[in-house]
């Protein structure tokens, strides 16, 4: 019987958990840490004081 012979379904099996191990991680962690926090920057504002 076809079905039973290791040799393709193995070999297709090898290739998709190679695939699987080495490209997915990369992806989803690029979802789980989108960036790195960055500090907002510091502008120094004029201000004009009140005349009440």
Do not use: G, R
Not at 9 to 38: C, G, Q
Request: glycine letters at 0%.
């Amino acid at each position: 019987m076809p079905q039973l012979d290791p040799a393709p379904w193995l070999m297709i099996s090898t290739f998709a958990w190679i695939n699987l191990l080495v490209f997915l991680p990369p992806k989803i962690a690029t979802h789980i840490y989108p960036k790195e926090p960055s500090m907002p920057q510091a502008k120094d504002y004029i201000t004009e004081p009140w005349t009440w």
